[in-house]
Every structure is written in C-alpha cells, then in structure tokens.
C-alpha cells in the first residue's frame, strides 16, 4: 500500500501543531455525531439533521480560519512538542451506517481530518500553510454544496425493498 493511501484514518495520534489538533478532533467528533443521528438510520436526512451538519461546517469553518487569522506565537519553549489526537471515532465501521448520504459526507470530514493530520501545517507549532488551509475550506465548501445540490434536491427516495432488507441486515 503506498504511503499515502487511506488504511487508518486514525493516523496520526500525535501532530506538532495544536490548530491541526483542534480542527481535527473537532471534524471527528462532527462525523462522531452525524453516525447517531436519527437520520444515519433511515433512508432521508431530517431538516434537523441538514441544519446540524451546515452548523457544524460553519463552526469548523470559523475554527479554521481564526486560528489561520490568528497572529503567529513563537514557541521556543514547547516546540517540537507533540499533542495529542483524541479520535471518537476510532476504530468505528462507518459502513454499518445505513444512510449513504450521511455515510459521503462522514467520509468527507474524515478525508478533511486525515489531509490536515497528514500535512505540513501538522509540523508547524501553529497556523495553517496556505495550501493546507485552502484544501480545508474546500472539503467544508463540498459538503455544502453537496447538501444544497443533491440531498435537498434528489433526497429523500422511497426505497422499499432495500430499505427492509439494511433493517435485517444491521440488526
């Protein structure tokens, strides 16, 4: 498997830059949240549920970009240390989740988390990379659009059959 490859999203546990901790952790514990929604076991996705996931990508959005805005501290004293990842999610089977519309945009915050946990700016003792902050604010903009052009557009479909059939299945 090449190095760059998707085998544990959990990986790293440790980051040199406290900013990518935070955001990261906070990514997990939205897709944490999103996996027990009333809508990640039925075929639709709640008004609710919608409204939760566009408040959780503007509160990682406005995370992200005040730690980016923020002025840069020089830390002699404590850097290279390392903190600590705390993962809610850690070891969790996102396939067991029956709605697959959940299931995209759950695999978008952790392609959101493993890109930030994985990149340059991880290595910083804090603030964002350009390039790194840019590819952040891209996987929270695609998952806004992803609600407003297809979950609100094409969502939800009456799936009889298939729908008894992942209630037998997750039992």
């Not at 070891?91 to 952790?110: E, G, M, S």
């Not at 390039?131 to 009889?160: C, G, V, W």
Request: net charge negative; aromatic share 12%.
């Amino acid at each position: 498997m090449a190095e760059n490859e998707l085998s544990n999203p959990w990986e790293p546990t440790t980051v040199r830059n406290p900013d990518i901790v935070g955001a990261v952790e906070r990514a997990d514990k939205y897709a944490y949240d999103m996996c027990r929604f009333e809508s990640a076991s039925i075929n639709e996705i709640t008004e609710f549920d919608i409204n939760r996931i566009l408040s959780y990508n503007s509160a990682l959005r406005v995370y992200i970009q005040t730690l980016n805005d923020a002025p840069a501290t020089d830390n002699p004293h404590s850097y290279p240390g390392m903190y600590s990842i705390y993962y809610l999610t850690q070891d969790f089977d996102f396939d067991t989740v029956k709605n697959k519309a959940i299931r995209d945009i759950v695999r978008q915050y952790v392609n959101l988390w493993v890109n930030l946990s994985r990149s340059e700016s991880a290595d910083k003792s804090n603030g964002y990379l350009i390039f790194d902050f840019n590819r952040a604010m891209t996987h929270l903009d695609r998952i806004d659009y992803y609600i407003e052009s297809y979950i609100k557009q094409a969502l939800p479909l009456d799936l009889p059959e298939s729908s008894a059939f992942e209630d037998s299945q997750n039992s």
